[in-house]
């Protein structure tokens, strides 16, 4: 047995050498490079920035003084619109005020006229040509009591203080009254007048007065516009809880331009040329005016001049007449 002790474990083999400082000075310098990228690139944001700043406060400055000055033209419009809007309100007034004015002065002489006529009458058989001078006066007065009438109604229209008082009537009794006051005009002229009711009576809630104006004037203007020998026709159907009367006539229509405003005051179509200029323009504002104040409405339909005219007024029928 030796007494040689074993040999020592011999030591482990040192590890093999590695590039760590290497690796790790290329990741910081692609980080080191990245970061001036990014740095470069926020720079070059920050001077466009900067560049689109000093554009815009450039702009600005140009255009501040523009907009200031746009600003002082919208005021002075502003003060201008309003200037011409309180002239037009006092030119209506004084408008409105005078025409009420002229309806009065000219109601004064009506009176004794009318009554002279009447005695004139009484005195036909004194000459033979008294009948025909008394019929002349007759309808000339009134005419003249009707213009003078929607004269009045005109200024009261414009003040807002036209009014109605109603009550259940029948469309027939509107219509008779209304035909009564026209058919001289239509038998002068020779036109048919044509009446097409439904056969039940249609009952209203309105103005007896009012409405009958309402179809007096729509009768007037469809005579007016219509030839010697014409034909002018109303026609009424319930409509649901409205009544629409329909006022045709065969006579010059209306042409597309017109139609709009042929409500509006003062607004006259063209005169056929065998007639005379008559009336004011007032006769259809009227209308209007009134088939609103009780709750319905006019309208126009022509296809063109030469083609006639429909003029439709629809009002709101009796409670009795109301879908079931």
């Known amino acids: 047995m030796s007494n040689l002790e074993p040999p020592a474990p011999s030591p482990p083999a040192p590890p093999p050498a590695t590039s760590e400082p290497a690796a790790l000075h290329t990741v910081h310098t692609a980080e080191l490079t990245r970061l001036r990228d990014t740095i470069d ?11 689109e700043k000093q554009q815009l406060l450039l702009t600005l400055a140009t255009q501040v003084p523009r907009l200031r000055e746009a600003n002082e033209h919208l005021i002075l419009a502003t003060f201008g619109a309003q200037d011409m809007q309180n002239r037009a309100e006092t030119a209506n007034r004084r408008q409105s005020e005078f025409m009420a004015m002229l309806a009065h002065e000219l109601r004064n002489p009506l009176q004794p006229v009318a009554v002279a006529n009447e005695l004139i009458g009484r005195l036909s058989g004194a000459h033979p040509d ?13 005419h003249m009591a009707r213009l003078v009438d929607d004269l009045l109604d005109v200024g009261r229209m414009r003040a807002g203080k036209l009014t109605i008082a109603p009550q259940s009537v029948t469309l027939a009794d509107i219509l008779d009254a209304a035909l009564e006051t026209t058919l001289p005009l239509f038998e002068r002229r020779r036109q048919a007048i044509r009446l097409a009711l439904p056969d039940v009576p249609v009952r209203l809630t309105g103005d007896m007065v009012r409405l009958t104006q309402v179809f007096s004037n729509l009768l007037i203007n469809a005579s007016k516009f219509t030839g010697d020998g014409g034909a ?12 629409e009367i329909h006022v045709e006539d065969n006579g010059a229509g209306i042409p597309l331009a017109l139609q709009p405003r042929i409500f509006d005051l003062f607004t006259q179509g063209e005169i056929p040329h065998d007639q005379v200029r008559a009336g004011l323009g007032i006769g259809l504002a009227l209308v209007r005016a ?16 030469g083609l006639g005219s429909r003029f439709t007024v629809s009002l709101p029928a009796h409670a009795s007449h109301a879908p079931e």
């Open 232 to 243: 002018i026709t109303v026609t009424a159907e319930l409509q649901g809880g409205m009544v």
């Open 41 to 51: 690139e926020l720079l070059l944001l920050v001077h466009q920035q900067n560049a």
């Open 130 to 142: 008294l009948p025909r001078l008394h019929a002349v006066i007759q309808r000339q007065t009134s």
């Open 290 to 305: 009134i088939c609103e104040l009780h709750g319905g409405s006019a309208g126009v339909h022509s296809a063109g001049p």
